[in-house]
């Protein structure tokens, strides 16, 4: 059973720096592109970040430029999200996902319904 297990969530005052992780369990990790997603209290879900089944190519929200960095370790199987001067308005529920496209290319990454496994969300809390 393909599974996506999160953490390295937690709380941090306003500027501070966080690093998630999502290790992948039950797939060929490799073959598939991957993204975060993060969802604030009373909002939707939105896209954050994205990286190719190779990590040459990554995609990033203009939210979170110069701030956030996605990369991945094929080797471990895991992915990253390092996070540097953190806001309030970061406060979310951050979700990691696989995709069965690659990303190499441009391709619709920020698109919630292409991709195919989630994980359980890790809570990031970020206080004034």
């Known amino acids: 059973q393909p599974q996506l297990v999160e953490s390295g969530g937690g709380l941090v005052q306003a500027g501070g720096s966080l690093r998630l992780s999502c290790q992948a369990i039950?797939?060929?990790?490799?073959?598939?592109?991957m993204g975060w997603f993060r969802q604030a209290p009373g909002k939707e879900r939105e896209f954050v970040a994205a990286i190719s089944r190779t990590g040459e190519t990554t995609y990033h929200a203009d939210s979170v430029k110069g701030r956030f960095t996605i990369s991945r370790d094929n080797v471990n199987k895991t992915m990253y999200l390092q996070m540097i001067s953190l806001k309030p308005e970061d406060t979310a529920d951050f979700y990691c996902?696989?995709?069965?496209?690659?990303?190499?290319?441009?391709?619709?990454?920020?698109?919630?319904?292409?991709?195919?496994?989630w994980g359980q969300g890790t809570r990031v809390t970020v206080s004034s």
């Open positions: 996902a696989a995709s069965r496209n690659s990303f190499i290319t441009s391709e619709t990454y920020w698109r919630e319904s292409d991709y195919i496994y």
């Open positions: 039950g797939f060929t990790f490799s073959r598939y592109g």
